[in-house]
């Protein structure tokens, strides 16, 4: 088990130190007392520990299963994300954005739960009489449909919990919960007789069990699963619809894709892409933990200026072995896992190259929260879905999936480059000049130029 003990601590300032001091000089003493690199510690030890739980159960579900199986699973996975995802509408992050200043803060999640509870439930009886239509062989939601909406329910509300832990700088509870989820990899040998249904049920069951678990630790905080604040509603709902529109452009493809796959490509290739993108995950780990912390500080009042370029300072000192690593030894891994997903070692390379891109475009997204510049924001979201979804589509029938890979670095890259543009237009926009990690991409720029 992962700890945040002071011992770690240092060990993980002292590589930081030494990888940091060739990259970045001076600024790195400065990244690591700030309390950015403090908030930002345990809440990524707790992303890479669930990441890492994640990628295990697909591994072994790539071992127990059948790949048509998991193919049908995953499909109903992602659509009890995107239905989450959809119904979020904007509550999550105007927790994180209201909790440090609203007068009644113990009555924000109870108000935010139960209408994303009840929209949950609403679109989730929709997707039921319309999955004939929309994924005619999904038959593992039509014939356990309230399996479904027990799952589905619950997922919503451990997702709302695990903002609830992040707004409040707790985020050890959210690390507990995620752990409890963790669990669903011991379910896996348990239902293996059960088929795609044991797969299925090895997730749900595990979101339970960390449902059950959070509410204990809501206790402390006296705060109520269920309220309704009016006052709260009015005040929450433009930064909401904002946020809410942003990153269901932003998330969406995460969840649609997949289906996309296994529509356009089959089954088969569905489970390929699933656990290839389950590994690429890890490359975004480091840049949404540390938008989400920027996001998280910029609104307990700390300096977004200074906090954006240690992020993005951090990100860099972070993701660049790692990407470097990954690249060089993933054949050796995913001839491990099984030949038929060797051969999306490519789509696993791209995605690994984007997540450089996908650094400056989620700091952007962070900066644009805490400022309200909800235009802005909603701008930059639509431009990325539509690049995305729509060069993913053409060059998946081109390419099959490892196009998906070459529409990912192609989109990020092409956002990363309007960022960077309006930022040497604007200096002041993004508060990025000095910051290593773009100075960094502007040499590798001005390099290729020449």
Known sequence: MIQDSPKFREKFRSYILSWGGRATGSHTTEILNSSLFENSLFLLLTTISTAGAGLLFWILSAKLYIPTDIGVATTAISLMGLIVLITRSGFDQSLVKFLPTYKHSTSIFGTSNLITSILSIALGIICFFGIGIWLPELNIIKDHIYLFLIFLITYSTVNL???????????????????VIGSRVLLLFLLVPFGCLGLYCAFGASLIMAFLYSRTLLKKYHVKYLSFDKEYLNTSIPFSAGSYISNLLITAPIYILPM??????????????YIIFALAQFFQIIPATLSMSLFVEGCHGKSLKSNTRQSLSLILLLLTPIVIISILFIDIFLSFIGDTYLEASLLFKLMALSSFFIAIFQTYISVMKVKKQLKNLIITSALLFSVLIGSSYLLMIQGGINGIGYAWLLTYSTITALIITIEWLKPNLLTLQGCAFVECLKGISNSLLK
Not at 164 to 171: T, V, Y
């Open 161 to 179: 919990t695990g903002t609830f832990f992040i707004a409040i700088r707790e985020s050890k509870y959210y690390f507990y919960q995620n752990l």
């Open 260 to 273: 996309m796959v296994y529509n356009i490509l089959g089954a088969e290739k569905s489970a390929q892409f």
